[in-house]
């Protein structure tokens, strides 16, 4: 069956960074757009970034854009997530998606598959 798992995720102070990792089994990886969504409690899960099946195009949320950068290794089926500058707004649980439905690819009907999410914690 498809899983997406995320790794990479822990504590971090204010101003560091960290790589979050997806790896990707049990689907054809190479056709899918790629993205990365975060929740928080309480809050709706909101799109954070995507990149498209060859990696050609990518899409940043305003909140992260010029800090975090997405990437993809078809080769091993994974896509990361540079995430640098981290503020501690960026806290959340973070979910690894994979799709390319019809649809806005920067919202949650476009993916069909979701990983279990890796936490992300910025401290001030």
């Known amino acids: 069956q498809v899983q997406l798992v995320e790794s990479g995720g822990g504590l971090v102070q204010a101003g560091g960074s960290l790589r979050l990792s997806c790896a990707a089994s049990?689907?054809?990886?190479?056709?899918?757009?790629m993205a990365w969504f975060r929740q928080t409690p309480g809050k709706e899960r909101e799109f954070v970034s995507a990149i498209t099946w060859s990696g050609g195009n990518t899409y940043y949320a305003d909140s992260v854009k010029g800090r975090f950068t997405i990437s993809r290794d078809n080769a091993k089926n994974t896509v990361y997530l540079q995430m640098n500058s981290l503020k501690p707004e960026d806290t959340a649980a973070y979910f690894c998606?994979?799709?390319?439905?019809?649809?806005?690819?920067?919202?949650?009907?476009?993916?069909?598959?979701w990983g279990q999410g890796t936490q992300v914690t910025v401290s001030s």
């Open positions: 049990g689907l054809h990886f190479s056709i899918y757009t």
């Open positions: 998606a994979a799709g390319g439905g019809p649809g806005d690819i920067m919202g949650q009907r476009a993916y069909f598959y």
